[in-house]
């Protein structure tokens, strides 16, 4: 157990349709990162949050949005899902962006897995 | 943006086997790991290596920043080595970059 937890794990539903992906990091983490996997793919950084503040945005779709609320966990939103968004997406968490050593290693959740059917 | 770049893409040993993936950066970087992700998809963090070497089992991991590489070393090759790894790195006032990969299969 890696201490970061997202749920779901597994996702079913249709395109059209909205979902959220929940996320709490590891204790003491106050950052947060969304990374999406397609099959077979690279993971692409989708957005970051740091004590609930927007940090840095990547490849994120106006259909998806996200928080980080003041218990530090995350909410990922997909929203008008189409049959591309099928992948897994993972959450990781660090301590934070401060510039001391080690501030920033990666923690990575199980990661949810989406299918859009 | 940093570009990260991974060999060998795909590897193929033999249970028992050694082998070597590299990871190189087209800049410096203050972060730098090695993640494995296993055949169920779990992403597990590696190595935590900005620079030096570290050794965990048969595993160890050398980072020369100034030359903007780094090695993961596998020694004894297990079936449970199986999956891809995966380098990234980061920069203050960027984000995590992640290479695209190595696909290792271990055959027994």
């Known amino acids: 157990d890696s201490g970061v937890t997202q749920t779901p794990k597994h996702l079913i539903t249709a395109t059209g349709q909205r979902v959220t992906l929940r996320c709490s990091p590891r204790s003491g983490d106050l950052s947060v990162y969304w990374y999406q996997q397609s099959l077979d793919q690279g993971l692409q950084f989708l957005i970051q949050?740091?004590?609930?503040?927007?940090?840095a945005k990547g490849n994120i779709l106006e259909r998806f949005s996200a928080q980080q609320f003041p218990d530090l966990h995350s909410e990922l939103n997909l929203s008008s899902l189409e049959l591309g968004d099928s992948a897994l997406y993972f959450c990781?968490?660090?301590?934070?962006?401060?510039?001391?050593?080690?501030?920033?290693?990666?923690?990575f959740g199980a990661g949810s897995r989406l299918t859009v059917l | 943006g940093i570009q990260v770049e991974q060999s060998p893409p795909d590897l193929i040993l033999q249970e028992g086997a050694n082998s070597t993936l590299r990871c190189n950066f087209s800049d410096s970087v203050n972060n730098l790991q090695w993640f494995h992700q296993n055949p169920w998809g779990q992403l597990i963090n590696l190595f935590y290596?900005?620079?030096g070497t570290k050794q965990n089992g048969r595993l160890s991991a050398t980072t020369v920043a100034t030359e903007r590489y780094s090695l993961l070393y596998i020694s004894s090759s297990q079936t449970t080595d199986s999956g891809v790894y995966f380098c990234?790195?980061?920069?203050?006032?960027?984000?995590?970059?992640f290479g695209p990969g190595t696909r290792l299969s271990v055959l027994p």
């Open positions: 990234a790195g980061y920069n203050y006032g960027q984000n995590f970059v």
């Open positions: 990781a968490s660090s301590v934070g962006v401060q510039s001391a050593s080690g501030a920033n290693v990666l923690t």
């Open positions: 949050y740091y004590n609930g503040e927007e940090r």
């Open positions: 290596i900005p620079s």
